[in-house]
């Protein structure tokens, strides 16, 4: 376990990115229903977003609801929408409280009419706020939103707005849902799975990734601080040989 005290302030990952999995399995392993998790899953989420914010971190991305997970019973996806209009609810004021402003990445579209309400709600409330920005992926899927990417910038050819020779790894950017945030420097998955599910594949490119066995409803501050100094003692090279970096 790692302590506040242990992190370097001067060298934090300006966003982390957080594969937040294991609900169910935790739920099971008290005989309970799945639901159990999620809703012990949003204690994780309000703990470590406050974290976040505390320690300095400018950019926390969570994964909420892939664009697979539309293929869950139909009765846990509801329940999980629930879930989240409730907690967009609750947690509004801590969100105003720690200056933390919201956003969302995904197909929003495909959000209830009730979620994307709400959620767009809070987005509006907390727009000024600068301490943080809090992502949810909601409906994301980075298959879907590389497609999206593809479809803007060939009608933008097709209309003579942007020449084909153009085309570089900025306008891809600025064509992702992800557009206003830096490239993720931290991703952390928890619950022992080792993959990364469709989540920010082109923005992961040089992420240190984290995995740990511990279950997200189970997850604080200290796995966090845990993961970033684990993060904070990795060296990161970007192509160049370690001589070069010093
Ligand atoms: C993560 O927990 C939450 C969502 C994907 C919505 P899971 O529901 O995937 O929990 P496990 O992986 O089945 O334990
Ligand atoms: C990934 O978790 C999606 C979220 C955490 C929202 P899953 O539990 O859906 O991932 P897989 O299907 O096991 O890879
Ligand atoms: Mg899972």
């Known amino acids: 376990m790692s302590n506040l005290s242990a992190i370097n302030t001067d060298r934090l990952p300006k966003h ?19 639901v159990f998790g999620h809703e012990r ?13 505390e320690i300095g971190i400018e950019n926390l991305t969570l994964y ?17 929408m629930k879930l989240l209009i409730s ?28 979620v994307f309400s709400e959620l767009n ?8 706020n600068s301490r943080m920005t809090l992502t949810l992926a909601l409906s994301y899927g980075s298959r879907d939103e590389i497609v999206s990417a593809f479809k803007a910038i060939s009608t933008k050819v097709k209309n003579n707005i942007i020449s084909p020779e153009k085309i570089d790894e900025y306008i891809i950017n600025e064509h992702l849902y992800t557009r206003n945030l830096p490239d993720v420097d ?6 022992g799975e080792q ?18 066995d511990v279950l997200w409803p189970d997850f604080g501050k200290e796995d966090l601080y845990e993961a970033i100094v684990n993060y904070q003692n990795r060296e990161r090279r970007f192509g160049k040989t370690s001589e070069q970096l010093t």
């Open 195 to 212: 993959r990364i599910s469709n989540f920010l594949l082109w923005q992961i490119a040089y992420a240190e990734l984290y995995f740990t």
């Open 64 to 80: 909420a609801f892939s664009t697979e997970n539309w293929n869950r019973p139909k009765i846990e996806v509801q329940t999980l």
């Open 121 to 128: 709600d809070v987005i509006e409330k907390t727009k000024s």
């Open 16 to 34: 982390i990115a957080i594969i937040m999995d294991g609900n169910g399995r935790w739920a099971k392993q008290r005989g309970k229903f799945r």
């Open 186 to 191: 931290l991703l952390i998955r928890t619950s």
């Open 87 to 114: 907690s967009l609810k609750k947690e509004i004021n801590t969100l105003i409280d720690n200056d933390i402003k919201l956003s969302a990445i995904g197909n929003l579209d495909a959000l209830p009419k009730k």
């Open 41 to 53: 899953g949003t204690r994780s989420v309000r703990e470590i977003t406050e974290c976040c914010a």
